[in-house]
C-alpha cells in the first residue's frame, strides 16, 4: 500500500483511484505522511462494508458494544503522550492542547460506554386497561460522520463513539488536514476489536468523497462539524434523501467583562479563550464586549499580557501559541486582518504574518487585537485564528444586545460578581453554553455541546444528548386485554 490506506471492511486499502495526498506539518512544513484519496467509488465501496455489518452489529448487546469503546479508551489512554504528539504535529495546537484533545477523546469514550447500560427509553401508562406502553431506542442504520481539523481526536470521538454505541455503522471522513490523526485513532479501535465493516473511514476532499457521503440515499443520518457554509450544502443536499442531520458550525463568541468582575482573573480568560489553540475553536472568545467603567484597564493589562505570549513550534512546551493549520487559514486570517483595517478598526498589537528563522517554515500569525466598533465584519465573521476585536459598551443591556446581534450562538461567557446579572445572563444570552466567570472554551464531555440559531439546527453532541442524534425512537403498545381495545373510541 502507497502510505495510510482507507479503512474499508476492517482492512486498509488503497484508493480504488490510486491517488493519493499529503499531511504536513503546519509549524515545521514538514512531510508527515502520505494518505490515500478517496473518491466517491470508495465512499460507495465504505457504504457496500457498513450495510453488510448492519445486522451483526445492530445484534450486538449494547454493554458489549460499550467495552469495545472503554477498551478503545483504554489503549488511547496508555498512548497519550504519542497522540498528543502526533495532533501537535499534525494540526499545530500546543503540546499541552495536543494531549488535552487525545484526552477529551478518552473522556468521551469512558463515558458514552456506559451509555451501553442505558440507552433509556420511557415506560409509561395507558389510557385503556393491560395495555403497556413504552419507548425503545433503536439505531438508525449507516450513518455519516464528518470531522473538522481543529479538534482532530476529541470531535470524531464524540461522533463516532455516539454512533456505534447505539448500533449504528459508520462511514467516516476525517478533515484533509488532519488524516494521520484519523488513521492511528481508527487503528486503535481496529485493536480494541470493532468487529470489520462497522467503522470505515474514507480520507479525501469534502467535494468528492465529503459529498458522496452526504448524498447517498443508504446513508441515513450525517454528523457535521464545520463552518457555516460548508454546513448549509450538507444540511440541502442531505435533505434530497431525508437524511437526519447534525450541524455544528461555530460561533462568534462573545466575553463579557462587566465592571464588577475580577479584571485579573477575567483577562486571563480572554487570552486563553481568544489565543489559545491559535483561535481556532468553534468555541474560541472572538469578541470582548468590555464595560466602559474598566475598558482603560482592561486594555491595558490585555495589551501586557498578549505581548508576553511566546510564539513558536507547538511540540516544544513553552510555547503559548502555535501556528495556524494552513496556509489557506493563514491566507484568510491575514486578509480579515487587512478587512479590520479597512474598516477603520484600530490595530492594537500584532497584526502580521510572522518571518524570520524557524517561522518561515510554517503559518505563524501574531495575537492580534483590534479596537473595534459592533457591525465590523471582524465582529461579525468567524475568522477562526488569533483576532481578537474589543467592544467598548455602555452598560449590561447593550453587552448583551451586541452579543446576541450576530448569526451564530455556540458560546458565550460572562465575567461579574453580580448574582443578578449572572443570572441574566444565563436567561439572555443566545448561546448553546454560557460560561460565567470562565472563559467561552473548555467544555466538558458529559454535558450537552451544540448552538443555537445559525450555529445548528438543534442538535447536540456529548452528553446525555449524545445518543439523539444516532438513535430512532420506537413507540410500543403491548396490549394483554385479549380483545380489542379502542384507543380514542372505548370510554
Ligand atoms: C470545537 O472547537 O469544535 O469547548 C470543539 C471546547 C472544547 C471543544 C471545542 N472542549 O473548547
Known amino acids: 500500500m502507497n502510505g495510510y490506506g482507507l479503512y474499508i471492511n476492517g482492512e486498509w486499502v488503497d484508493s480504488l483511484s490510486g491517488q493519493t495526498f499529503q499531511t504536513t506539518n503546519p509549524a515545521t512544513g514538514e512531510i508527515l505522511a502520505t494518505l490515500s484519496k478517496g473518491t466517491e467509488e470508495d465512499v460507495h465501496k465504505a457504504i457496500k462494508a457498513a450495510e453488510k455489518a448492519v445486522p451483526n452489529w445492530r445484534s450486538y448487546p449494547p454493554p458489549k458494544r460499550g467495552e469495545i469503546l472503554l477498551k478503545t479508551a483504554s489503549i488511547m489512554r496508555q498512548r497519550k503522550e504519542e497522540l498528543g504528539e502526533l495532533v501537535t504535529r499534525e494540526m499545530g ?53 464528518i470531522t473538522p481539523w481543529n479538534f482532530p481526536m476529541a470531535v470524531p470521538c464524540w461522533k463516532l463513539g455516539a454512533a456505534l454505541i447505539s448500533g449504528n455503522t459508520v462511514v467516516y471522513k476525517p478533515a484533509t488536514l488532519t488524516p494521520l490523526c484519523a488513521a492511528k485513532l481508527i487503528a486503535i479501535f481496529e485493536e480494541a476489536g470493532l468487529p470489520p465493516g462497522v467503522l470505515n473511514m474514507v480520507t479525501g476532499p469534502a467535494d468528492t468523497a465529503g459529498r458522496a457521503i452526504v448524498e447517498h440515499p443508504k446513508i441515513r443520518a450525517i454528523s457535521f462539524t464545520g463552518g457555516i457554509a460548508a454546513g448549509k450544502d450538507v444540511y440541502s443536499r442531505a435533505s434530497a434523501s431525508m437524511k437526519r442531520v447534525g450541524l455544528e458550525l461555530g460561533g462568534k463568541n462573545p466575553l463579557i467583562i462587566m465592571d464588577d468582575a475580577n479584571i485579573d482573573l477575567a483577562i486571563e480568560g480572554v487570552v486563553f479563550g481568544a489565543f489559545g489553540t491559535a483561535g481556532q475553536r468553534c468555541t474560541a472568545t472572538s469578541r470582548l464586549i468590555v464595560h466602559k467603567k474598566v475598558y482603560e484597564e482592561v486594555m491595558e493589562e490585555l495589551l501586557t499580557r498578549t505581548e508576553a505570549l511566546k510564539i513558536g513550534d507547538p511540540i516544544d512546551p513553552s510555547i503559548d501559541v502555535g501556528p495556524v493549520s494552513s496556509e489557506e487559514q493563514e491566507e484568510k486570517i491575514l486578509k480579515y486582518i487587512e478587512i479590520g483595517v479597512e474598516e477603520g478598526a484600530k490595530l492594537i498589537v500584532g497584526g502580521k504574518k510572522l518571518r524570520g528563522s524557524l517561522y518561515d517554515k510554517g503559518f505563524f500569525i501574531e495575537p492580534t487585537i483590534f479596537e473595534a466598533k459592533h457591525g465590523m465584519r471582524i465582529t461579525r465573521e468567524e475568522m477562526f485564528g488569533p483576532v481578537l476585536p474589543v467592544i467598548r459598551v455602555r452598560d449590561y443591556e447593550e453587552a448583551v444586545r451586541i452579543s446576541n446581534d450576530v448569526e451564530y450562538g455556540l458560546s458565550s461567557s460572562i465575567y461579574t460578581r453580580n448574582i443578578t446579572t449572572a443570572y441574566r445572563a444565563i436567561d439572555e444570552l443566545e448561546a448553546g453554553i454560557t460560561y460565567i466567570n470562565a472563559p467561552t472554551i473548555g467544555a466538558e464531555v458529559h454535558l450537552p455541546f451544540g448552538g443555537v440559531k445559525n450555529t445548528g439546527i438543534g442538535t447536540r453532541e456529548a452528553g446525555t444528548t449524545a445518543i439523539e442524534e444516532f438513535t430512532e425512537i420506537k413507540t410500543v403498545f403491548i396490549d394483554y386485554s385479549e380483545r380489542l381495545q379502542k384507543a380514542q373510541i372505548e370510554d
Not at 456506559?114 to 438508525?140: A, H
Open 93 to 145: 495546537k500546543v503540546i499541552a492542547e495536543g494531549r488535552g484533545d487525545a484526552q477529551e477523546a478518552v473522556d468521551f469514550l469512558e463515558y458514552i460506554s456506559g451509555e451501553g447500560r442505558r440507552l433509556l427509553g420511557e415506560t409509561t401508562t395507558s389510557e385503556l386497561p393491560r395495555k403497556f406502553c413504552m419507548t425503545v431506542r433503536q439505531p438508525i442504520g449507516i450513518v455519516g460522520c
